[in-house]
């Protein structure tokens, strides 16, 4: 296999040394978007070997497998980098009209940890950071590029950010770490 | 130099000095002053000259509504920064600071020379001085009076600092941090509400700062500050911000607060932003924004050491400076004398309290009395003298019936006064929110709002501290609870309240003549009363077509301090109640406020996103010029050896033509169309039929607008029967993709197909040349790449290098050409793989600018160059890709409207010019006859023109009236140099049987 190139500049914003903050580019993924009548939501997920989430924000996860519902007929699929074609394959063979697409490359994983998380966020997302439910997702606006924002817990975010504006969302992290490293 | 602090007064850090210089000198202050208060530390009262007359000027204010005292900082490394009030810049060790408006030098000022034409600057000397010669208007008197007349100079280096920002959510915002907002943020916090309290200044308090002596609860006023800021501090669920703005208050209780963050600080660290501006929504919102002192109307009321005696108040308790050691007070109003009694107990001689009124509350007489202040009651002041600071001051008494008697001239170094209260609205006014004039306060007081807000204290004209603190208490109390969250306010007790009766009028009497007197309005747009009765003689009536004709108001400072006094000269002149004059409107931001501030992160690489290919890396490795191309930025050429653009385009066309191009596509704009209702949608939305092609193959796809106008196209590949790979124009991707949408979800809901963006999800990799397959043929595995089994318009997926692929063989050079898709992270191994192995076809990087000069050689148009949102797919020469049978598509209808078949539409043709050295500039205008009388009949324009490297000669596409039946004629195309004349031809000028396709 050829080597995979991928686009944030360092893979990590190492943060202050309270480590309140650090910020790395997470691993890759499989990753398909969804789409699907809600109403045959039941054999997607038994398709997929999950059940999907039934409320807009929802999550579920099971066996290194996750699901988000991004809209009213719309999920994001993520799962182990091998297990792609599997899934792929079980899809093909489901019945209800749906619409399966690898996006597995288009998107870039960043993670922000540490008790400032949700602070360094609010730097340029507009809805309440802080109020957002753990295990909750949802599609906004991180400054000027859109992006996939999940709580995977408390104090750990997971930004799923098309390629190409990813140097942009990291570039505005990093200017934001440093200000949260230096207190200010 | 002279000493004018006084010790023991004050809550400057005196342990800790501060080094600082105003126009070159060097003067020495504490922590904790501010410009304005070091400088009259030391005797310092010149600071500026003005707007329009240069008239020497003083500190007026001690707050963010200071019109005068603006000066010049610089922080270094090319931080200056203009028109800063010196009375809310904090000293800092090493902060050099200039006085504005002066040449040479502050005390000798040229431009003083305007103050004796001051009958040219009158009201209106814009629109009556420099009416004629109209030539003069920019060549004398715009830059003349952009000379003479503004505000400092505007620095010319760019910002190096850095900036902030940050949303914020919470229950209750305070805006305000004086004894009503501290009452409202310690109720809301106790309550368990999410708080934020802002405050502009250094320290929270407000006035508290400047009342020592009041005791609240039994504490003096600092001690009870110091436990409330504890308090504060101890709540987890407030955030107290200092130095912070709140500038401008937005829909659906959206405030701005803009936060200074280093520029008080010594040492800034590095990388440390200037300013944030902070993004607030919150549930409710208390604004304590106090009030604000207004000046008196009299001549020479601008003089430095003429000032609001609230300020020299707040000088002396906060910062323990004496404005002066002989000083004389004019009022209208009760609070100025407690800054004569304060100033008289700190051992300054106090030589009169002039007050206007002709009654003043028996206490204050009593007090004045015990302190030996003489009191003049019923008089006026009719002038000042000095010429850089006040040194007398004229004082006349006022008759029965308003009759002034004859003058007496009280010598002193400063002269305080108070023409009372305006409560500050300013805020509350931002959200449109109605105003209420109230008489007996003579001021504005908010009425009916429009959002979740309610105002406290003096701001809503409650004066004194224990009003302002029990109004801000139930104002927090009762925000918490509209939040959810409930408490009970306390009461407050309260000694030590100042007084606060008084009346607003307009100028004061006078036995001189009004129309002459240099009696100030506006401090710093130089609006004087007389200019506000001219423009009221000379017509206007309504407040705000005075304000735009004199400029009273119109000033950085919004006329914080000049609008109630403005309005009652224009009321008094119109003869109609203030009411009925109305007030003039309030806009963001509340004091000026730094661009910076505003673009936050958005600067230097984070100023817009710069969208870069997988494969932009190996761009840049190999010298590519780039270009932007939307939000993306795209290989323009790829010069060698000091080649300019002509000639490496020169050579990479030649190379595509003769062997093997590679071309980074990746930013085509890419859409999967999934479902079993694919093919149906296809046909709705593109001019092309669909149903019939077959899986495997591609069609070229036309995209129309409703109107019938090309909006997008390109090549679609059908991968299954119900799955389609959709390319569009780079620029065009999100656009299409939305329009997709819109008609999906609001006119076929019904059909089953969505859409998903695969833009970035594949890169892509164009090979075009008659060696393309040859390269390609070993990577490839499982597709027969022979032109039988692969011909052009097929498509496949398979494997190349090793990796997934989806491969078309499509050309949009007119050479044999492949597209190879592979997903993003492989795009540049594959890339730089295919690269090595093409050296042995001399395989050549090219970049949009060749790529443009081999498809112009074609005909191939690009949506957005050669159409412009006016072209049919018959003008472009398109027909042949309209599905005629289909019942419908986006646009169809418009097609067959009479105007959209006229014969004489621009249509796309091609333009030989006659002789083949010139290249048309694009965007050339074209007509017929070159002889006619100017303006000629213009017939169409130059969309696309280049120099051909394949014919050795120029070529260019057009649009032109009727232009396919003028095949073969000449057409004339005027240029700067000269009329060139071309002659009209087909669109395609290379290959046109299009063999190489098949090569």
Redesign the interface.
């Known amino acids: ?7 944030l500049p360092g893979k990590t914003i190492p943060g202050d040394t309270a480590s309140r903050l650090s910020i790395r580019a997470a691993e ?1 993924t499989a990753r398909f ?1 969804l ?1 699907i009548d809600p109403a045959a939501v039941q054999a997607a997920g038994t398709a997929f070997g999950t059940p999907l989430p039934t409320r807009i924000g929802g999550m579920t996860a099971t066996g290194g497998r996750s699901a988000l519902q991004l809209g009213p ?1 719309e999920w994001m699929l993520t799962a182990p980098v091998a297990e792609s074609d599997g899934i792929a394959d079980a899809f093909a063979a489901l019945q209800e ?11 870039v994983g960043i993670l922000v940890e540490g008790e400032a998380a949700a ?1 360094a966020l ?10 957002m439910a753990v295990g909750s997702g949802c599609r906004t606006l991180f ?3 859109q992006i996939v924002l999940v709580r995977e817990d408390e104090n750990r975010f997971r930004i799923v950010v ?4 990813a ?2 969302v990291w ?2 992290l990093q ?2 770490s ?2 949260i490293a ?1 207190g ?1 | 130099m002279s000493n004018f602090r006084i010790a023991g007064k004050g809550r400057v850090n005196r342990s800790r000095q501060v080094r600082f210089t105003f126009d070159g000198v060097d003067y020495t202050g504490y922590e904790g002053d501010t410009l304005a208060s070091a400088l009259l530390a030391n005797g310092v009262h010149l600071v500026g000259r003005s707007f329009k007359y240069h008239r020497p000027r003083g500190i007026l204010s001690a707050g963010s509504e200071e019109p005068n005292a603006l000066v010049g900082t610089d922080r270094g490394n090319g931080r200056f920064e203009p028109n800063t009030r010196a009375t809310v810049l904090e000293v800092f060790e090493g902060l050099k600071t200039e006085s504005q408006n002066r040449w040479p030098s502050l005390t000798r000022d040229i431009g003083a020379v305007n103050d004796a034409l001051y009958m040219l600057f009158s009201a209106g000397f814009y629109y009556k001085t420099f009416m004629w010669p109209k030539s003069f208007w920019d060549k004398v008197y715009e830059p003349v009076i952009r000379n003479a007349a503004g505000l400092g100079k505007a620095p010319t280096a760019p910002d190096p600092d ?1 900036y ?6 919470c229950d209750v915002l305070v805006v305000g941090g004086g004894a009503a907002g501290l009452a409202a943020a310690l109720e809301a916090g106790r309550s368990g509400a999410s708080v934020i309290l802002c405050d502009e200044q250094s320290e929270i308090g407000g006035s508290l700062l400047s009342e020592p002596a009041a005791e609240i609860n039994g504490q003096l006023a600092w001690d009870w500050l110091e436990d409330a800021n504890a308090a504060l501090a101890g709540m987890p669920n407030v955030t107290v911000l200092p130095r912070t703005t709140a500038i401008g208050y937005y829909h659906q209780n959206f405030i701005g607060l803009c936060q200074r ?2 520029d008080h600080l010594r040492i800034v ?1 590095e ?3 200037r300013e944030r501006m902070w ?1 607030v ?1 919150a549930k409710q919102v208390v604004l304590a924004q106090g009030a604000i002192e207004k000046p008196l109307v009299f001549a020479g009321n601008d003089r430095p050491g003429v000032m609001l005696a609230g300020a020299a108040r707040t000088y002396l308790n906060r910062y323990g400076v004496k404005v002066g050691n002989r000083v004389v007070v004019v009022t209208s109003h009760d609070s100025a004398w407690h800054a004569a009694f304060d100033l008289a107990k700190a051992g300054v001689e106090v030589a009169a309290i002039v007050d206007v009124r002709g009654t003043v509350p028996t206490q204050l007489a009593a007090a004045a009395d015990a302190l030996r202040i003489r009191t003049l009651i019923g008089w006026t002041v009719t002038g000042t003298r000095g010429r850089l600071r006040v040194s007398s001051v004229r004082v006349n008494p006022v008759g029965a019936g308003g009759k002034v008697g004859s003058a007496e001239t009280i010598a002193c170094d400063a002269l305080l006064m108070s023409g009372g209260w305006t409560p500050s609205i300013h805020l509350f006014s931002h959200t449109q929110g109605s105003l209420t004039w109230n008489e007996d306060g003579q001021m504005f007081l908010p009425g009916r709002g429009k959002e979740d807000c309610c105002l406290a204290g003096a701001g809503k004209g409650r004066f004194g501290l224990k009003a302002a603190f029990e109004d801000g208490a139930a104002a927090g109390a009762a925000a918490a609870a509209d939040a959810g969250f409930g408490v009970e306010p306390p009461a407050y007790h309260v000694e030590g309240e100042l007084s606060f009766t008084g009346v607003t009028g307009r100028e004061l009497p006078t036995d001189r003549d009004l129309g002459h007197a240099k009696a100030f309005v506006d401090f710093q747009n130089d609006v004087m009363a007389k200019d506000i009765r001219l423009a009221v003689r000379e017509g206007f009536k309504s407040i705000e077509h005075i304000k735009r004709y004199t400029t009273t108001g119109m000033a950085t400072d919004q006329g914080k301090t000049s609008n109630i006094n403005g309005l009652a000269v224009a009321s008094d002149a119109l003869k109609r109640p203030i009411p009925a004059v109305g007030l003039t409107t309030f806009r963001p931001p509340y004091t000026p406020t730094s661009f910076g501030t505003f673009a936050g ?2 600067k230097g ?2 100023f ?7 494969i932009d ?1 190996w761009a840049e490795e190999n010298g590519a010029v780039f270009e932007p191309v939307s ?2 930025r795209r290989a323009r050429y790829f010069p060698q050896g000091g080649e300019d653009m002509h000639a490496a385009v020169a050579r990479e066309c030649k190379a595509v033509r003769s062997s093997l191009g590679i071309f980074d596509a990746s930013t085509l704009g890419k859409i ?1 169309i ?3 209702d694919a093919a149906e949608f296809m046909n709705r939305m593109y001019t092309n039929a669909w149903t019939k092609l077959a899986p495997g193959r591609c069609r070229y796809g036309l995209l129309l607008g409703e109107d019938g106008f090309i909006r997008d196209d390109g090549v679609i590949g059908r991968l299954a029967h119900d799955r389609f790979h959709v390319t569009t124009t780079t620029g065009g991707a999100a656009r299409v993709l939305n329009m997709m949408e819109d008609y999906l979800q609001t006119e076929w809901p019904d059909l ?3 859409l ?7 890169s892509v990799i164009a090979l075009n040349g008659p060696n393309a397959r040859k390269l390609i043929e070993p990577f490839v595995e499982g597709i027969d790449l022979s032109d039988g089994a692969f011909p052009h318009m097929a498509m496949a997926t398979g494997k190349i ?3 997934p692929t989806r491969l078309f063989r499509v050309s949009f050079t007119g050479e044999l050409g492949f597209e190879i898709n592979v ?8 890339w730089e ?1 295919l690269f090595e192995a093409g050296q042995r076809f001399g395989i050549t990087p090219y970049g949009t600018e060749t790529m443009h000069v081999l498809r112009a050689e074609k005909g191939y148009i690009i949506v957005g160059q050669d159409t412009d949102g006016t072209l049919t797919p018959d003008d472009a020469g398109l027909s042949w890709a309209i599905g005629k049978t289909k019942p419908d598509f986006v646009g169809k209808r418009s097609l067959s409207r009479p105007d959209m078949l006229a014969a004489d539409r621009k249509q796309l043709v091609g333009l030989l010019t006659a002789d083949p050295k010139t290249v048309l500039e694009e965007g050339a205008q074209i007509v017929l006859d070159p002889n006619q009388p100017v303006p000629m009949e213009m017939v169409g324009h130059v969309t696309s023109s280049y120099w051909s490297a394949e014919l050795g000669r120029s070529i260019a596409l057009a649009a032109i009236q009727g232009g396919r039946s003028l095949q073969g004629r000449t057409v004339h195309v005027p240029m700067p140099d000269k009329v060139h004349s071309a002659t009209i031809t087909g669109m395609v000028f290379v290959d046109p049987e299009n063999t190489r396709l098949s090569a």
């Open positions: 296999m050829l080597l995979a190139n991928h686009p890759d978007s789409r007929d009209p749906h619409s399966l697409v690898d996006v597995g490359h288009r998107e602070l609010r730097s340029a997302i507009a809805f309440d950071v802080e109020a400054d000027k590029a098309w390629r190409s504006f140097d942009h570039g505005l200017a934001v440093r200000e230096l200010i | 850095v902030a920002s940050r949303f914020a959510h963050l280093t660290p990388g440390a932003p993004k929504r992160y958005n690489a984070l817009e996103v710069t969208r870069k290919t997988p890396g939000l993306w999967e999934v479902g079993p089953k197909v969505w998903t963006s695969t833009t970035e999800q594949w290098c090793g990796v997903p993003a992270r492989y795009g540049r191994a594959v793989k």
